[in-house]
């Protein structure tokens, strides 16, 4: 059973950065497509960042050019840059399979308030 494990999440002033951290075992992850989530109360739980295997990523609308994704294989580690971070941009963020089909880890708080 694959289990992810996300820290480095905080309360952080609007304009602000933090980066998150997934670390997740299981020797298959170098070859699954990872994402970051997030939820706020209230919402639905949305996919803020994808990236592949080989390292290609995507965002979405809302975070492109303020988030970076990226991974490190050999670690198995998948990290969030957040820059810029704006009070809507609080939530639980989470780590997965693009395919969402590892079991959830316990996520990372983030908070973005003056």
């Known amino acids: 059973q694959v289990q992810l494990v996300e820290s480095g999440g905080g309360l952080v002033q609007p304009g602000g950065s933090l980066r998150l951290s997934c670390a997740a075992s299981?020797?298959?992850?170098?070859?699954?497509?990872m994402g970051w989530y997030r939820q706020a109360p209230g919402k639905q739980r949305e996919l803020v960042a994808q990236?592949?295997?080989?390292?290609?990523?995507n965002y979405a609308d809302s975070v492109k050019g303020r988030f970076t994704i990226s991974r490190d294989n050999a670690k198995k580690m998948v990290y969030l840059e957040m820059n810029s971070l704006k009070p809507e941009d609080t939530a639980a963020y989470y780590c997965?399979?693009?395919?969402?089909?590892?079991?959830w880890g316990q996520g990372t708080q983030v908070t973005v308030s003056s």
């Open positions: 997965n399979t693009a395919n969402t089909n590892w079991a």
């Open positions: 299981g020797s298959i992850f170098r070859f699954v497509a």
């Open positions: 990236i592949t295997s080989g390292g290609t990523s």
